[in-house]
């Protein structure tokens, strides 16, 4: 089985690209945190970027909807590949492939989101359940 379940925030500005045959591409920084206790007991969190990697109709709703900063639960396959750097040196990267997303409310007040252009189009009670089938151009 390979799957990675992730609870974190996008942290960096999506890249949506489109392929000459048509078909999107959105690549993201996505953060988490492992909070922990040292050996002094002293509460220590540690942050783990990942690279992420949608496709299609999700490509599309996350660069359409979604901001460096919004939180997401996300879901996933690890990929790993290798790719030729500007100095003909191979590089090696691992991506996670996104399978399945659901926006996560920031507990924000309804007056405070009115500048998301999630809740611009959809309504502010819409962030708390709305899935990717419930997006009209999901397929």
Request: proline share 1%; no cysteine.
């Amino acid at each position: 089985m390979n799957q990675a379940t992730l609870l974190g925030r996008i942290s960096s500005d999506i890249n949506l690209k489109v392929t000459q045959n048509g078909h999107k591409i959105a690549t993201f920084s996505f953060v988490t945190n492992n909070r922990y206790k040292d050996a002094s007991g002293e509460t220590k969190d540690q942050a783990t970027f990942h690279n992420i990697v949608a496709f299609g109709a999700k490509a599309e709703a996350i660069s359409r909807y979604l901001v460096k900063g919004r939180q997401l639960f996300l879901q996933g396959k690890i990929e790993n590949r290798t790719y030729e750097k500007t100095d003909g040196s191979k590089g090696y990267i691992s991506e996670i492939q996104l399978t399945h997303f659901e926006f996560i409310a920031d507990g924000k007040s309804k007056k405070d989101t009115s500048s998301d252009p999630f809740e611009q189009v959809f309504g502010a009670d819409a962030v708390e359940d709305l899935k990717l089938d419930d997006l009209p151009f999901n397929s």
